[in-house]
């Protein structure tokens, strides 16, 4: 990294720990790159960042930072998936506030835990008309976040959150990673179709393509990972989901309440969510 690079990157800590009242711990220039964009969220601190992914072009993610936490601390990271046609400030903004909430939910006493959103395009998170954010995900993002010494690496266990299609981005990863990589898995309003011939044509094909990337069935692929499913009584993913909920031979956390697919009620459920997220990391 360059000098002026580091420089940067040191200023901007140390204006966060000001703010903080904590005393500053400069990353090491190797390991944290300069953000692009550094603010703040309720009192998260947002840095925001873009690479060019192989698979899928340029790519934005943001890292929230807990309140009270050093740049170079070790905390569980969760990887945050937007749904269809949003983008990752998406889950920064006011439909969501997720650094309001991640603040308010360590208040609370919950354990703290990093979040990084990203965008995930159109593609529900498998390959899908030259764009494949599911390999994104793991192939790059993963590993780019562990160079800067965030807890991703393969030895490491995180956390998946996820929207809608990113609901359902979250259950296919959570099956393609395992439970030696992901150590809990919240999924809400998931983007789920019974009849193939219904999922949406798109971010699938064909009901020939559906079928192929369908986590319904598939609920052992999460065998040995904590789970959480939350949907709304009058959702319209709300059927499909009790029957992929019905699938597992285990009990699965979270349930369905009085709501919609709609903003407000993924943020009446969210801290809940939080909790068992960092319960869950923690434990």
Known sequence: MAAGASTAAVAVWRDIRAHQGDPLVPPSPTREPSPQQSYWQGDAVIEEHRFRSVHRGPT???????PGA???????????????RDDHRVLLGQRFQLGRFLTEAVAAGVPPFRIVTVDGGTSYYHPHQGEDAGAMVIDELLPRLADTGLATAPSDRI??????????GALRLGGILGPDRVAALCAVSPALWQDPHLASRAGFSSAREYRRYSVLG????????????????????????RSYVDGFTR???????????????????LPDQLSYLGRTLSA
């Open 60 to 66: 934005g993610y943001a890292v929230l930072h807990p």
């Open 70 to 84: 050093a740049p170079t601390s070790v905390l569980p990271v969760v990887i945050a998936l937007h749904g269809w």
């Open 159 to 168: 956390g998946l959150l996820g929207w809608s299609m990113g609901g359902y």
């Open 218 to 241: 598939r609920q052992s692929d999460l065998d040995g990972i904590p789970v959480r499913i939350d949907c709304g009584t009058r959702d319209r993913f709300v059927q499909a989901t």
């Open 251 to 269: 009990p699965i956390e979270g349930g369905f309440t009085p709501g919609a697919h709609v903003a407000w009620f993924w943020r009446r459920v």
